[in-house]
């Protein structure tokens, strides 16, 4: 049974930083590539950080760049997302996706909320 537990939302002042993390179990982590997507209230889902599990090439948002840096230990079969510089348009619901590398399926995250004050 493939699980994704995300932990490390919450809520923060404008200008902090705050780091999700993403275990997964019952897949073989490293034949994943890892995602993070948020989803603010009444806007789409939308992606917000990318890590190829081959080469390691990563993808992010404009509107995060310089700011949000996504990783992954696969040791731990963890991806982070570690967010600085944060602003109140950062405020969504974060979830973790991992695709498996033939793209054939991935899997989602329960959501965290991440709020932040002005």
């Known amino acids: 049974q493939v699980q994704l537990v995300e932990s490390g939302g919450g809520l923060v002042q404008a200008g902090g930083s705050l780091r999700l993390s993403c275990t997964a179990s019952?897949?073989?982590?490293?034949?994943?590539?890892m995602g993070w997507y948020r989803q603010a209230p009444g806007k789409q889902r939308e992606l917000v950080a990318f890590?190829?599990?081959?080469?390691?090439?990563?993808y992010y948002a404009d509107s995060v760049k310089g700011r949000f840096t996504i990783s992954r230990d696969n040791a731990k079969n963890t991806v982070y997302l570690q967010m600085n510089s944060l602003k109140p348009e950062d405020t969504a619901v974060y979830y973790c996706n991992m695709q498996h590398e033939t793209l054939a399926y991935d899997y989602w995250g329960q959501g965290t909320q991440v709020t932040v004050s002005s």
């Open positions: 890590r190829r599990t081959r080469g390691g090439s990563t």
């Open positions: 019952g897949i073989i982590f490293s034949t994943y590539h």
